[in-house]
Antibody, heavy 118, light 105 residues
Framework: EVKLLESGGGLVQPGGSLRLSCVASGFIFNKCGMGWVRQAPGKGLEWASA???????NYGDSVNGRFTISRDNSKNTMYLQMDSLKVEDTAIYYC????????????WGQGVPVTVSS | VMTQSPATLSVSPGERATLSCRASQSVFSNLGWYQQKPGQAPRLLIYGISTRATDVPARFSGSGSGTDFTLTISSLQSEDFAVYYC?????????FGGGTKVEIK
């Protein structure tokens, strides 16, 4: 059974930083792309970032230059370093597994809340 | 850009629901559909335009090609009332449609 467990969310002031983690189990981690998808309160899904099995990153326009995605295949863990946070980054952040290297998101974590507010 | 219509669909249980998704350029077969219920994470329903994901009931079907896609729920059950999103994974940035809320009529 695939399991994805996010942690690291919380309340932070504008301009601050947070680091999210996602620990994965139940599949061969180093064979699958991974990503972060966020959902602002009452809004739809927004892709934030993804990382290939080998660690190559990609970012959505709204987070590019402020967020850094990475993974440690020896620990079956993915990270999202979020810097220069803005109020509009407030959302539930979902860790998601891709089908293979570049398919759809076929498994999702339960999500971790991030609130950016003064 | 992925555009979904309608934003809200009111359907009676047992009726058919047809949801649309349009891409601004061809995404080939790299198109998926997700279901999200309140307070829950999204769930993959359909990938590759028309392939049902694991444990997805046969009443869900996907069709289309290139830029125009459809998710059909043949006979709505109570557990199907939710928000549905399409997503292209053909190119960066990955993009989701704005969603269609299927509500009870």
């Amino acid at each position: 059974e695939v399991k994805l467990l996010e942690s690291g969310g919380g309340l932070v002031q504008p301009g601050g930083s947070l680091r999210l983690s996602c620990v994965a189990s139940g599949f061969i981690f180093n064979k699958c792309g991974m990503g972060w998808v966020r959902q602002a309160p009452g809004k739809g899904l927004e892709w934030a970032s993804a990382v290939s099995p080998g660690g190559s990153p990609n970012y959505g326009d709204s987070v590019n230059g402020r967020f850094t995605i990475s993974r440690d295949n020896s620990k079956n863990t993915m990270y999202l370093q979020m810097d220069s946070l803005k109020v509009e980054d407030t959302a539930i952040y979902y860790c998601a597994k891709r089908s293979g290297a570049g398919g759809p998101f076929d498994s999702w974590g339960q999500g971790v809340p991030v609130t950016v507010s003064s | 850009v992925m555009t979904q219509s309608p934003a809200t669909l009111s359907v009676s249980p047992g009726e058919r629901a047809t949801l649309s998704c349009r891409a601004s350029q061809s995404v080939f077969s790299n198109l998926g559909w997700y279901q999200q219920k309140p307070g829950q994470a999204p769930r993959l329903l359909i990938y590759g335009i028309s392939t049902r994901a694991t444990d997805v009931p046969a009443r869900f079907s996907g069709s289309g090609s290139g830029t125009d896609f459809t998710l059909t729920i043949s006979s709505l059950q109570s557990e199907d009332f939710a928000v549905y999103y399409c997503q292209q994974y053909n190119d960066w940035p990955l993009t989701f449609g704005g969603g269609t809320k299927v509500e009870i009529k």
